[in-house]
């Protein structure tokens, strides 16, 4: 099954939030997705290779680029540190010029598994889909190693910092958060079955798959 066939993603606003996947779940929603499509963030991301990007359009812009590529970035600069930040089009204005809006709403770090503050993510109001991305590679390694923000994943999960980070502790986290629709356990070609044993104790419907081959099932 694809990947957006098992997340469920329709046209309109999806968001991605987590760790372990999410810039990479963008650019491959983006490749599968059929329809013009709109890659953005209400955080901080890097520009997306070989997309054609539009820094602090107007909606002229944009609509002239989607007549060129299907897919594009749009989004503000931040010139401290050259990422792209929430666009000053806005969210909301972007829906309505393409099919797909899909967006980056929290950040990780690079690190496979996260908590998050209490000022994250930043979901648009008008999103329709929230898509929680774990990363297999972090599971049996210690949380103060493998997990962004480990004092609060482990306030959530009951857990020190040098406990391995389990199954059951990443499920009772995300579960307690309860930020999203759908999960996808992703890296499961590094860790299959500690993948599965996470995606069936998520409260949410949740999926086993690889971003990189562009595949997801269930458990």
Aim: hydrophobic content about 45%; overall charge negative.
């Amino acid at each position: 099954m694809t990947l957006a066939a098992a997340l469920g993603v329709r046209p309109g606003v999806t968001s991605v939030i987590g760790s372990g996947g999410k810039t990479s779940l963008l650019a491959a929603l983006a490749r599968e997705l059929s329809g013009t499509v709109v890659l953005a963030t209400t955080t901080h991301i890097l520009p997306f290779e070989g997309m054609p990007l539009l820094v602090s359009p107007t909606a002229s812009d944009v609509r002239a680029a989607l007549s060129e590529s299907r897919v594009i970035c749009v989004g503000s600069r931040d010139e401290k540190n050259g990422k792209l930040v929430m666009p000053s089009l806005g969210i909301d204005a972007l829906a309505s010029l393409a099919d797909y809006v899909l967006v980056e709403a929290d950040g990780a770090r690079r690190l496979p598994l996260k908590a998050h503050a209490p000022w994250e993510p930043v979901i648009p109001a008008r999103s329709n889909r929230t898509i929680l991305v774990l990363g297999a590679s972090g599971l049996g390694h210690p949380v103060s190693e493998k997990v962004h923000r480990p004092e609060l994943f482990c306030q959530l999960a009951g857990c020190a910092p040098g406990d391995p980070a389990t199954p059951e502790l990443v499920a009772r986290a995300a579960n307690a958060e309860a930020l999203a629709d759908v999960a996808l356990v992703n890296q499961a070609d590094v860790a299959y079955e500690s993948a599965c044993d996470l995606a069936a104790l998520l409260a949410i419907p949740a999926f086993v798959g690889s971003i990189r081959t562009g595949t997801a099932g269930a458990p």
